[in-house]
């Protein structure tokens, strides 16, 4: 369908991963849209983080209320957000069944809706140990599901590439990673504590790139790293 | 896991096949929710249908609302509801971009997060010439990616089985038609007009089975049949 060339959703959480999906799209893709959830994440401070990003781009960005659709997690608040590394086994605390999934077909409903060719994820390695919502063996069938029904493109650009180097490659065409978040915990400022946090401090430090973020607790992450 | 043994979520949309696959799914599985979803439809009657099936059999209902996630399509009061046979090439006004995906995302992750085993959908083989995502080459895959990651079953039990078999079956296990809902243009009685009218009526006689419906045009059907 020649309407739906170069035209993505992606879907934006407001970490350093979506926004660097989002600064990489932009410069291939003339229409993008980036979409961000509203789960009942107590971390919804994202949602914030995530307009910021997308404003910066200036494309256009929608925030889509999912509240109540999910259950079982630290991240809605059932239980407390564990400190240290994002591989441990008390990570899966951190889990959400059904989460990526549902963010999936929620983006692809809206593209397929709006004759667009792509949806984005911008999941990557880090991910695989504790969300098996973000392995290869999920996306790949569930790709080719989606473009069956809807000729929609699932992309999971990310999905081989380790943190820091997703990094580099953002910190070369100046993603803004000041406005992004990651912190499970929601604060004012990113805790440092939290798997999220580590492994951000732990990115940055790998990447050699300058970490423009304030947290809480700076020095935790090094005595788990 | 055992705690998942027999127990299904089930897609309720308050007409006959999926009435039918709750009325067989009774009688195996000892927990049963049945799901239905508002999504905006012009025939959110359906809804009521469901309640009405769902009280029959005594299991949970849960209405999920997902208004103002879909668009473009016929259904959702977008353009007119064409008439005539299901299979006609006029009756694609009527898929809805990434509805069953959507709909199984919302059932996955309420099964996923209760530590329920298997998600059910009543797709079948007249659904498949218009409705991309109800066809095998949609489901197959999709399967595979729900089991990968989030270990729930989804099954299509009536994916090869022609509507007026579903109702032979349905009516050899007392499924209450009569509850039950099709029109597509949610009027007080069935239109007996648009596609899924037209499918019901041929459902009925093809199976050799009393209608209980009230049609109020009652011989459209056989004009196109």
């Known amino acids: 369908m020649g309407g739906r060339v170069l035209s993505a959703v992606v879907l934006l959480s407001g970490g350093l991963d979506s926004s660097t999906a989002l600064g990489l799209l932009v410069?291939?893709?003339?229409?993008?849209?980036?979409?961000?959830?509203?789960?009942?994440?107590?971390?919804?401070?994202?949602?914030?983080?995530?307009?910021?990003?997308?404003?910066?781009?200036?494309?256009?960005?929608?925030?889509?209320?999912?509240?109540?659709?999910?259950?079982?997690?630290a991240l809605l608040g059932e239980v407390e957000v564990p400190e240290g590394r994002y591989d441990d086994e008390s990570m899966s605390a951190t889990v959400v069944p059904g989460r990526n999934l549902l963010f999936i077909a929620t983006a692809v409903a809206y593209a397929a809706g709006h004759e667009m060719a792509e949806v984005v994820i911008a999941v990557h390695p880090g991910d695989h140990p504790i969300y098996p919502d973000c392995r290869p063996e999920f996306h790949g069938p569930l790709a080719e599901a989606v473009r069956a029904a809807y000729g929609v493109t699932l992309r999971t650009p990310f999905v081989y590439m380790p943190k820091d180097r997703i990094v580099v490659a953002g910190a070369a065409i100046g993603v803004p990673y000041d406005l992004t978040w990651s912190c499970y915990q929601g604060g004012e400022v990113h805790c440092g504590r939290c798997g999220t946090c580590v492994e951000r401090i732990e990115a940055f430090m790998l990447a050699g790139v300058p970490d423009p973020t304030t947290y809480a607790d700076p020095d935790y992450a090094r005595s788990v790293l």
Chains 1, 2 share one sequence.
Do not use: C, F, K, N
């Not at 003339?30 to 910021?52: F, K, M, N, W």
């Not at 404003?55 to 997690?73: E, F, K, W």
């Open 27 to 73: 410069r291939t893709d003339p229409e993008v849209t980036a979409l961000s959830i509203d789960y009942g994440q107590r971390h919804v401070r994202e949602v914030e983080a995530a307009e910021q990003v997308a404003s910066h781009y200036g494309v256009p960005h929608r925030v889509i209320d999912l509240t109540g659709l999910l259950t079982g997690s």
